[in-house]
């Protein structure tokens, strides 16, 4: 099993420029979140979704798009790049259950903007 | 708003000590408490949960220790291992909300050998 499987690993932008962060599970899912890590922060929700075309925000939502046409999948789009998104995204998955299921994360896209 | 605060940023402690990270939340609706450790270079891996109806949950050497009424909870790592030196993250979320965790801002330990 490959588990949350992230493209790029790594990716270098310019300003204004647009990009899509890939995210693969192939654990069949129904939850999936995108986070980003930054120094001294932790870990903050960017978008999440709870099936199939359904998403919502998170606490940092703004620059960023969301959408989940299949279980599999949850592309993260940034629409116009800024130095400020100069980050390591990560994206997490977990199942649907009884009580709250553990979330597996991929090893994130560590992603600078110039 | 931080809603779950970790502390310490850091800590080292030498082989075989028990390195303690505690975390408190303000959120009453919080209702799972997940720790997650993470090397450099990967993502975080869940090491150890629990639900605030317990008071302590004990997997091999890694202990959480909850107080609800303070709204508190830690985790200890017995006889700490070179090999323990990683980020560690406490989180919380409401029942059901797994896709929707809060972290603390995390703990790098280092174990000297």
């Known amino acids: 099993n490959a588990g949350v499987t992230q493209t790029p690993k790594f990716q270098v932008l310019k300003t204004g420029q647009s990009m899509t962060l890939q995210c693969a599970q192939d654990?069949?899912?129904?939850?999936m979140s995108w986070y980003r890590q930054d120094p001294g922060m932790g870990l903050r929700l960017i978008h999440y979704s709870v099936g199939a075309g359904i998403t919502d925000q998170g606490e940092v939502p703004n620059g960023y798009n969301v959408s989940r046409s299949t279980t599999e999948d949850f592309p993260l789009r940034l629409l116009s790049a800024a130095p400020s998104q100069t980050s390591v995204y990560f994206c997490?998955?977990?199942?649907?259950?009884?009580?709250?299921?553990?979330?597996?994360f991929g090893d994130g896209t560590r992603l600078s903007i110039l | 708003q931080q809603q779950v605060k970790q502390s310490p940023q850091s800590l080292i402690v030498q082989k075989g000590g028990i390195p303690i990270i505690n975390c408190a939340y303000e959120?009453?609706?919080?209702?799972?408490f997940p720790w997650y450790q993470q090397f450099p270079g990967k993502g975080p891996a869940l090491l150890i949960a629990?639900?605030?109806?317990?008071s302590e949950k004990k997997e091999g050497r890694f202990t959480i220790s909850f107080n609800k009424s303070a709204k508190q909870f830690s985790l200890h790592i017995m006889d700490s291992q070179p090999g323990d030196s990683a980020t560690y993250f406490c989180?919380?979320?409401?029942?059901?909300?797994?896709?929707?965790?809060?972290f603390g801002k995390g703990t790098k330990l280092t174990v000297n050998p």
């Open positions: 629990i639900r605030p109806d317990v």
């Open positions: 989180a919380a979320s409401t029942r059901g909300g797994s896709e929707k965790l809060v």
């Open positions: 997490a998955s977990s199942g649907r259950g009884f009580g709250n299921q553990p979330q597996h």
């Open positions: 654990m069949n899912h129904e939850y």
């Open positions: 959120n009453t609706a919080f209702d799972y």
